[in-house]
């Protein structure tokens, strides 16, 4: 006993030692997300702390898991409510709150004279890692209960198709939407993988508790993310490789981490035409649904760094690489999805690269010019939104 003693007293020591080294050092890292029985993840209600990854912003979670301000349930007389739905570009950590996209359009929003001085409420469902199917379930589980009249779907070309089919995302945590008969079909068996319900079981009995008041657990939990991230990367690269092998090009080359630049090709094999099928397939579901609520729904497709940087030189040797002529295939066959079925797509890749070569600045990346937006482009989206969204005042209010 006297030896068990001795290592647990030791362990105990050597873990004070370390808190009181990490909080010495200001190493903080709060644990955001938890896991959800809908979405797979989720933001958790009332956590704040500073967000120091990429950029650097204090961040507070509002009660009901938004990364926004407070907002009442019931919409208030008279005023106009768009519900955001995106990943980390919507969520936006990497800016102050106060400086991101839908912050901008909805101060931009109360200037527009069509809305004949309606107050605008804007209010933001993104979480980091979201692809479409994921939004189509934040849209059904918790969007209604705002009721908006805008649906804005913030749309990311550089890694949404690949969020949207579990065969290129090589991830079982999150829910997946599938083909079987022609009809798209919720794939939830995440909810049965052992490595999630033993997380969700897990931080469920303290596992958040300890996260939030010792910086050791917020360590691990950072080690933790960052081997998971590169076990899927290397999956999904041993996978591409043998289908290479095979002759079945899948070429998941990412010029910058996290995003794909097969989606600046028209898709040429099997899996990434059923990443556009399902892909669309989710979009037009989520028209369908907001049409249902008499809402009215627009397609903001974002920007990857390489459609917009400052340099055309640079732009141009991408797109030689790929054998394409420029990187909007995503945007045009975005824009010709909306066309033919009737819903608005307001496309930011082209304006952003003529903003950002005008003035030679980059709008994405806090050091290189590579990542989220920084504050410029988050003030340059919510501009350009809220000109689309002002144009088409008259009818959103019908």
């Known amino acids: 006993m006297g030896n068990v003693f001795l290592?647990?007293?030791?362990?105990?020591?050597?873990?004070?030692?370390?808190?009181?080294?990490l909080r010495m050092f200001g190493f903080s890292a709060p644990n955001f997300y938890r896991s959800d029985?809908?979405?797979?993840?989720?933001?958790?209600?009332?956590?704040?702390?500073?967000?120091?990854?990429?950029?650097?912003?204090?961040?507070?979670?509002?009660?009901?898991?938004?990364?926004?301000?407070?907002?009442?349930?019931?919409?208030?007389?008279?005023?106009?409510?768009?519900?955001?739905?995106g990943d980390s570009y919507a969520e936006a950590m990497q800016v102050p709150a106060e400086d991101t996209f839908w912050a901008v359009l909805e101060r931009e929003l109360q200037t527009c004279q069509a809305l004949h001085g309606r107050p605008v409420e804007v209010i933001n469902f993104g979480v980091a890692g979201y692809g479409t199917a994921q939004e189509l379930l934040t849209l059904r589980h918790r969007v209604w209960d705002y009721s908006p009249d805008v649906v804005l779907l913030a749309f990311v070309s550089g890694n949404d198709l690949r969020n949207n089919v579990q065969f290129l995302e090589q991830d079982p945590t999150r829910p997946y939407f599938v083909y079987q008969d022609n009809t798209l079909v919720l794939d939830d068996a995440f909810k049965k993988y052992s490595g999630w319900r033993f997380r969700h079981l897990i931080m469920g009995y303290g596992g958040y508790w300890l996260i939030d008041h010792l910086r050791v657990f917020q360590l691990l939990n950072e080690a933790r993310h960052l081997l998971k991230s590169r076990f899927k990367q290397a999956s999904r690269n041993k996978l591409a490789l043998e289908l290479t092998q095979k002759g079945d090009m899948l070429e998941?080359?990412?010029?910058?981490?996290?995003?794909?630049?097969?989606?600046?090709?028209?898709?040429?094999?099997?899996?990434?035409?059923?990443?556009?099928?399902?892909?669309?397939?989710?979009?037009?579901?989520?028209?369908?649904?907001?049409?249902?609520?008499?809402a009215y729904f627009l397609v903001v497709s974002l920007t990857n760094g390489d459609q917009v940087h400052p340099d055309p030189k640079q732009r141009h040797v991408t797109a030689n690489q790929l054998g394409v002529s420029d990187l909007l295939y995503p945007e045009r066959r975005l824009k010709s999805l909306g066309?033919?079925?009737?819903?608005?797509?307001?496309?930011?890749?082209?304006?952003?690269?003529?903003?950002?070569?005008k003035h030679n600045m980059y709008l994405h990346g806090f050091k290189n010019g590579g990542g989220h937006w920084n504050s410029k482009g988050h003030h340059l989206a919510g501009t350009l939104i809220a000109e689309k969204v002002c144009l088409d005042s008259i009818t959103i209010l019908r």
């Not at 059923?274 to 907001?290: F, Y």
């Not at 079925?341 to 690269?353: C, D, E, I, K, W």
């Open 252 to 294: 998941l080359q990412q010029n910058e981490e996290g995003l794909d630049t097969m989606v600046y090709i028209e898709p040429m094999n099997q899996v990434w035409k059923e990443a556009w099928r399902v892909t669309e397939g989710l979009i037009l579901q989520m028209r369908n649904e907001v049409r249902e609520k008499g």
């Open 37 to 85: 029985f809908d979405t797979g993840a989720t933001l958790r209600a009332g956590i704040e702390g500073w967000w120091k990854k990429e950029g650097e912003a204090y961040v507070k979670i509002n009660s009901e898991g938004l990364r926004d301000r407070e907002h009442a349930k019931a919409k208030p007389p008279h005023t106009l409510r768009i519900a955001v739905l």
């Open 7 to 21: 290592v647990v007293g030791g362990a105990a020591l050597g873990i004070l030692l370390v808190e009181g080294g």
């Open 339 to 357: 066309d033919r079925q009737g819903f608005a797509v307001l496309n930011l890749s082209q304006p952003f690269a003529d903003y950002a070569e």
